[in-house]
């Protein structure tokens, strides 16, 4: 049996005016996981509208098929960037680590042998 959850979360500003919220997602495979059939985890930001940020807004992504097929992306959220002031200096500020190769489209290892 296949388990979807999803949270989501908002966040308002000191006058109580809404900014923006984060949508967490975990999606937990039927049947054995592997790496055609991860785990897959993940937190988005979110606008004012509870809609995905313009760019993706993903800010943590985690799929585990098995020992050998890992991935995690992070990224801080868009809005921090932008409180912080530093927004117009820093675009962007991504870490990835992965064991085995992750493709986010498709949310699949790939497991095509290396040629020898």
Request: net charge negative; aromatic share 6%; hydrophobic share 35%.
């Amino acid at each position: 049996m296949k388990i979807d959850v999803s949270l989501s979360l908002g966040f308002t500003d000191s006058q109580g005016v809404v900014e923006s919220g984060i949508n967490v997602n975990l999606s937990i495979p039927a049947g054995e996981m592997s790496a055609k059939n991860p785990v897959k985890f993940f937190a988005v930001q979110t606008d004012k509208d509870g809609k995905e940020t313009a760019g993706g807004g993903k800010m943590l992504e985690v799929a585990v098929g098995d020992s050998s097929h890992v991935y995690v992306a992070v990224a801080p959220p868009k809005y921090l960037l932008e409180k912080a002031q530093i927004d117009k200096t820093v675009r962007a500020l991504d870490v990835k680590v992965q064991e085995g190769k992750y493709n986010p489209g498709t949310g699949e290892f790939d497991t095509t042998p290396k040629p020898a």
